[in-house]
C-alpha cells in the first residue's frame, strides 16, 4: 500500500503510535525530514543496517494494520466524496442566483473548510 510519501506519511500519522519509538523515529526521519539512512544512524547511534531494518518493520505494521482497519482508505474516500460536493456545490451556485446561490456558496465553503482540515 505504501507507494508514495505522502501514502507513507499519512501511514505514520494515522498509526504511528502504534509503533516503537525507534521504528516511528526512523521512519519519521526518512519519509518526512528527508535524512538519509546513512544520516538518521549517525544520529541515532546505529548502524545504517538498523535503520534499516526499523524502517521496514513500522512500514509493515503500519500496513498490517490498515489492512485491519481500513482507516486511511475511508479517509481517502471520504476526502475524495467531500472534494466531489463541494464541486457540486460551486456548480450549483454558479447555476443559481438569489438566496440558493448563497446556500450553497456557504455550503461550499463549509465543505472545503472540512476537507483542509483532513
Do not use: P
Request: proline share 0%; charged share 35%; glycine share 6%.
Amino acid at each position: 500500500m505504501a507507494e508514495s510519501r505522502w501514502t507513507r506519511s499519512m501511514l505514520l500519522d494515522f498509526y504511528g503510535e502504534l509503533l516503537t519509538d525507534k521504528q516511528r523515529e526512523c521512519f519519521d526521519l526518512h519519509y518526512n525530514e528527508d535524512l538519509s539512512l546513512s544520516e538518521i544512524a549517525e544520529q541515532l547511534g546505529i548502524s545504517r543496517q538498523g535503520v534499516w531494518d526499523n524502517i521496514r518493520r513500522a512500514e509493515s505494521a503500519m500496513e498490517e494494520i490498515e489492512e485491519k482497519t481500513g482507516l486511511l482508505r475511508r479517509f481517502e474516500e471520504n476526502r475524495a466524496a467531500l472534494a466531489q460536493l463541494r464541486r457540486t456545490l460551486e456548480e450549483l451556485a454558479d447555476s443559481t442566483e438569489g438566496r440558493a446561490q448563497t446556500l450553497a456558496r456557504q455550503a461550499a465553503d463549509t465543505v472545503g473548510t472540512l476537507i483542509s482540515r483532513g
